[in-house]
């Protein structure tokens, strides 16, 4: 075996959530007078929820805002898109993942998920895998997001693995950043499959059984 344990970024990797986020920035964004769309959208990928506000605040024109108005905007928004989360159901995860992620564990693999999400396990629930993985590092225990390595590097001490023997899946740019800055080899999927940096390069899901052997 190439390696001992997989970190799995969740939003893109193994479900799908960006819908949920657009449609509640959306939300507060419409509240605010700020002009936001799909396009604005992408560049929240991988990103904590504190810098994607910032991003939307750069085309907010109205009176200053102090950090404690901020941090109150970002929880409107948290409670909006957890309300819509509750929607999700183990029919969000494709019978390509589900089946990969077996194989994966009954190769003896070690996993993990390793996301800039707060909601994390909530999701995880929802979609019926609140008790498959490992290991589980996300925004409830990191100082920084992606692209720094904290989260992943938290994921790998967390299964016990040296961060060199463990490979991450992700689908953002700034995830790939943040594995290979943490010494860990990256496959990417989605968007991270147009990276130049990459590892390896996943057209699906199931792909990854090919790079594991």
């Not at 001992?4 to 419409?30: Q, R, S």
């Not at 909006?80 to 190769?107: F, G, Q």
Request: charged fraction near 30%; aromatic fraction near 10%.
């Amino acid at each position: 075996m190439k390696y001992e344990g997989i970190i799995f970024d969740l939003d893109g990797v193994i479900c799908h959530t960006d819908y949920y986020h657009y449609l509640a920035w959306k939300e507060l964004a419409d509240k605010m007078g700020i002009y936001f769309d799909e396009e604005i959208n992408n560049r929240l990928r991988g990103i904590s929820r504190m810098e994607s506000f910032e991003i939307i605040l750069e085309r907010y024109q109205g009176e200053a805002l102090s950090y404690e108005d901020k941090v109150k905007y970002t929880e409107e928004k948290n409670e909006i898109y957890k309300k819509l989360l509750y929607k999700m159901t183990p029919n969000d995860v494709s019978s390509d993942v589900v089946e990969t992620l077996h194989a994966l564990r009954n190769l003896g693999l070690k996993l993990a998920i390793g996301s800039s999400s707060k909601n994390t396990k909530l999701i995880l629930k929802q979609i019926g895998l609140e008790n498959f993985f490992d290991a589980i590092s996300d925004g409830n225990n990191i100082t920084k997001s992606k692209p720094d390595p904290e989260v992943f590097q938290k994921a790998a001490e967390y299964l016990g693995i040296l961060p060199e023997h463990c490979l991450v899946v992700e689908d953002a740019v700034s995830g790939v950043e943040a594995a290979l800055s943490g010494n860990m080899d990256c496959a990417g999927i989605g968007e991270a499959a147009k990276s130049s940096r990459i590892t390896y390069r996943l057209s699906k899901f199931s792909d990854l059984m090919d790079f594991i052997q």
